[in-house]
């Protein structure tokens, strides 16, 4: 499966930016869909996740900010972040647990966020 991100940029600090991930194939059966980010020097954290049954799962950070949604009809799952900090700048990557239930198997090339102070 192929995963292409969309709607990085840079946005100043208390602004919104939404993310989109296009999927190549119907992501209706995989056990899950995320975003993770990478900030410079720091080590690649999940940000969000909708399992399979819908729930949601939101790192700390970004818990009331931070929406995960997906559209079936259109392969793809999004990130509306809002309020957003400096300490937000970073690589988001979409990615998705296709088959296994722990690890995340596929993953897109990533976006650019940039949130300037």
């Known amino acids: 499966v192929q995963l292409v991100e969309s709607g990085g940029g840079l946005v100043q600090a208390g602004g919104s930016l939404k993310l989109s991930c296009a999927a190549s194939?119907?992501?209706?059966?995989?056990?899950?869909m995320g975003w993770h980010r990478q900030a410079p020097g720091k080590e690649r954290e999940l940000v969000a996740e909708?399992?399979?049954?819908?729930?949601?799962y939101y790192a700390p950070s970004v818990e009331g900010r931070f929406t995960i949604s997906r559209d079936f009809a259109k392969n793809n799952v999004s990130l509306q972040m809002t309020s957003l900090k400096s300490e937000d700048t970073a690589i988001y990557y979409c990615?998705?647990?296709?088959?296994?239930?722990?690890?995340?198997?596929?993953w897109g090339r990533g976006a650019q966020v940039t949130v300037s102070s």
């Open positions: 909708i399992r399979r049954n819908g729930r949601e």
């Open positions: 990615a998705a647990r296709t088959r296994s239930d722990f690890l995340f198997d596929a």
């Open positions: 194939e119907n992501i209706f059966g995989f056990n899950a």
